[in-house]
């Protein structure tokens, strides 16, 4: 649950109408995604999806994500890797995930879900980043995090051409993927 600073006095005065600061940054529960154009910051939400916040820093702490591409990349929809095969099939040396579906938080631009099969429990390390929202997809994918800065960046990865959105010719790739905490 994202948590709102309350200002006061003249702190809050100097705000516009309707504008909260931003809470701190909580460093073990931030990820850097560092792409060729940028760095994006994401928050992890490991109340809402605890599991997979998990598996997400333990993989990052391992350099899993480092080089590893986008593979599948869908205008309009979204981007997604975690993948080092890079056929949409991989995954990493841990067993896959039960789901961690939750309506508390919806798909919306820059909303991190887990991939997975058609098979709810077979998360593993691949995950999207949503370019837009799309409904369709609340309570039937786990979303453990959000770009907070830096989706400019998202919006530049290559675009698939390929079947069902592959990336054809050389994707572009994770240049390193590390918790905040670590950096």
């Given amino acids: 649950m994202h948590r709102r600073t309350l200002l006061t006095g003249a702190a809050a005065a100097a ?3 309707g504008v909260f600061a931003q809470p701190a940054m909580d460093p073990q ?3 850097y995604l560092q792409l060729k154009s940028g760095r994006v910051e994401i928050t992890l ?3 809402l999806a605890p599991k997979h916040v998990e598996r997400v820093k333990l993989l990052c702490r391992e350099k899993f994500y480092d080089n590893t591409p986008f593979h ?3 205008e309009g929809f ?3 890797g975690g993948d080092p095969t890079g056929s949409g099939g991989g995954g990493s040396k841990y067993p896959d995930l039960k789901a961690e579906f939750t309506l508390k938080r919806h798909f919306l631009r820059g909303t991190i879900g887990a991939a997975r099969t058609s098979n709810p429990d077979s998360a593993n ?3 999207f980043i949503m370019f837009a929202p799309n409904p369709g997809l609340d309570g039937q994918y786990t ?3 959000q770009v907070t800065k830096g989706m400019e960046f998202v919006d530049a990865i290559k675009r698939g051409t390929g ?3 592959q990336v054809m010719g050389e994707p572009d790739r994770i240049v390193t993927m590390r918790v905040a905490a670590d950096v």
Avoid: C, E
Wanted: no cysteine; proline share 8%.
């Fill in 15 to 17: 705000l516009p109408s």
């Fill in 29 to 31: 529960n931030t990820v």
């Fill in 45 to 47: 939400f490991p109340d």
């Fill in 72 to 74: 599948r990349v869908i």
């Fill in 78 to 80: 979204m981007a997604q």
């Fill in 125 to 127: 390390s691949q995950f």
């Fill in 143 to 145: 979303i453990w995090g």
């Fill in 163 to 165: 079947s069902n959105g």
